[in-house]
């Protein structure tokens, strides 16, 4: 019998996903819905409480400690709510408290998703054994999140570490976010692709102009393809050597969608950090790809509630293992 577990939530513009987890990050028991990203908040937190009603169904949740959420942002840790620039219904929604109400009172921890998937990185993934890291999702947008000293610090607020919106070019493009030449703006992956396009690259008869396609073309050979995740690897490259200059990180590890590029990516960036990460206390910088998948939010959204606040507490009392 489990008796030291964690209900973790991965909440984002396109699903729902829920999972029971025990203290060695195992998941014994998934489940998910689709976003009604366009719908209102209330039906929103409806297909959420219709995830969370079949995890409490299962004869697992009696051994359930904590409940542990990682969502789209931006968040706010301290105020227990949400605003996802991807579910426009929910604005400063109260989701700890309406989650909470749902599961009878556990204690209930929200971070971002660039910290939840941080925190499964450095539990089970590529940052594993480091004690200063930061963890990035290049997808449709860019986000992070920082360990340092052997411990996931997420912030006042949960958004610690969003290397996204870090200026890299300050007479850039203007970001969605107000501010110009993000790391965001430059290296996700639509704007990969915008930029390829923008300089006459083109998909195949039945393609998509996409990352993906623009990273195909690039391993062909394609001159415009390359210079496009080029200026992308340099972007994060400098994202990544502020950072590291800033709080003395040891490894950047990197997932999401962009980093299913493969060498495209990572070659370019590797060489464009040693144009960047120059100070001898940040030249030894390893830059690893990210090992955990499409678990790495519900992983990482029960690693958060077993190290931070009142979540943690409950769950290390009762004996869970957990990460550090």
């Known amino acids: 019998m489990h008796t030291s577990l964690v209900a973790a939530l991965d909440i984002g513009g396109t699903k729902i996903a829920g999972a029971l987890v025990d203290g060695g990050g195992a998941l014994l028991l998934r489940t998910q819905r689709p976003t009604p990203a366009r719908e209102s908040g209330d039906a929103v ?18 051994g359930v400690r904590a409940v542990g959420i990682g969502s789209a942002g931006p968040v706010d840790r301290s105020a227990g709510t949400v605003s996802p620039v991807n579910v426009p219904g929910w604005r400063d929604f109260p989701l700890v408290e309406r989650v909470s109400r749902a599961v009878g009172g556990l204690p209930v921890e929200l971070v971002g998703d660039g910290v939840a998937m941080t925190a499964a990185e450095h539990w089970l993934g590529a940052a594993r054994g480091y004690d200063n890291a930061l963890c990035m999702v290049v997808s449709t947008g860019v986000g992070g999140g920082l360990v340092l000293n052997g411990r996931l610090h997420a912030g006042p607020t949960g958004n610690a570490g969003h290397i996204g919106h870090i200026s890299v070019d300050l007479d850039g493009d203007a970001c969605p976010c107000g501010a110009r030449g993000c790391v965001e703006r430059i290296a996700s992956g639509p704007n990969i692709a915008r930029r390829a396009v923008e300089n006459g690259w083109r998909p195949g008869a039945d393609g998509e102009a996409t990352a993906a396609a623009v990273a195909e073309a690039a391993r062909a050979g ?33 997932g999401g969608g962009v980093a299913g590029a493969g060498n495209v990516l990572f070659t370019p960036l590797r060489r464009a950090l040693r144009d960047y990460a120059t100070l001898s206390f940040v030249q030894r910088l390893t830059v690893a790809p990210a090992r955990m998948g499409t678990d790495a939010g519900l992983v990482g959204a029960a690693a958060a509630a077993l190290t931070l606040g009142r979540a943690a507490d409950r769950v290390t009392h009762s004996g869970a293992a957990g990460p550090v």
């Open 222 to 254: 394609d001159p415009v393809a390359t210079a496009s995740f080029e200026r992308a690897a340099q972007a994060l490259a400098a994202g990544i050597a502020a950072t590291a200059t800033l709080v003395e990180i040891d490894i950047a590890v990197i």
């Open 45 to 62: 937190m409806r297909a959420v409480e219709g995830v969370l009603a079949e995890l409490t169904a299962s004869p697992l949740w009696a």
